[in-house]
T-cell receptor
């Protein structure tokens, strides 16, 4: 398993502003992902955070809106830019040791945009 | 694309009752995973299954990997109030290119003391 620390745990933000979420893992991992969980919904993949290169985004998510950094194998950030109320969701950092194996999650960031 | 159909969507049960939920896939999986998410927390892995027909237990939880490799079941015996949460099934996203998992829509469990 892996211990994943994600912060902030929650925030209330004004529309038009940006929020950066941090994810720290207690050991080096190959794969880090960012998911969005809208209220009462399942988890939707936003992107894979690639170490040392640009993130790989799923259809419907773009770098300008969700810039991601991954400077090393234990840390990543997700920024939610120019926020609107539709961005109110839980954002989750996830890690996997290998492709399509067990995923482990941070506690999530509950974002409310007003 | 791949989809996971999880049922039931929600369950309201009395403490002490047994619970059963299931998940079906439109394609064959080599791995099935079950997670529990409590309010304000991220999903926590409960059970991982790797082989068709496999039956694995974790305390009062038992999960099975269906022999068709397109379904999986999770049972909770003698439920208690702390079983409350949302249970998600998950499997490999073979239809994608990123090596991530895909998740069912979840079963929300409520337990009445």
């Amino acid at each position: 398993s892996a211990v994943i620390s994600q912060k902030p745990s929650r925030d209330i933000c004004q529309r038009g502003t940006s929020l950066t979420i941090q994810c720290q893992v207690d050991s080096q991992v190959t794969m880090m992902f960012w998911y969005r969980q809208q209220p009462g919904q399942s988890l939707t993949l936003i992107a894979t955070a690639n170490q040392g290169s640009e993130a790989t985004y799923e259809s419907g998510f773009v770098i300008d809106k969700f810039p991601i950094s991954r400077p090393n194998l234990t840390f990543s950030t997700l920024t939610v830019s120019n926020m609107s109320p539709e961005d109110s969701s839980i954002y989750l950092c996830s890690v996997q040791r290998q492709v399509v194996t067990e995923a482990f999650f941070g506690q999530g960031t509950r974002l409310t945009v007003v | 694309g791949q989809q996971l159909n999880q049922s039931p969507q929600s369950m309201f049960i009395q403490e002490g009752e047994d619970v059963s939920m299931n998940c079906t896939s439109s394609s064959i999986f080599n791995t099935w995973l079950w997670y529990k998410q409590e309010p304000g927390e991220g999903p926590v892995l409960l059970i991982a299954l790797y082989k068709a027909g496999e039956l694995t237990s974790n305390g009062r939880l038992t999960a099975q990997f269906g022999i068709t490799r397109k379904d999986s079941f999770l049972n909770i015996s003698a439920s208690i109030p702390s079983d409350v949460g949302i249970y998600f099934c998950a499997g490999p996203n073979y239809g994608g290119s990123q090596g991530n998992l895909i998740f069912g829509k979840g079963t929300k469990l409520s337990v009445k003391p």
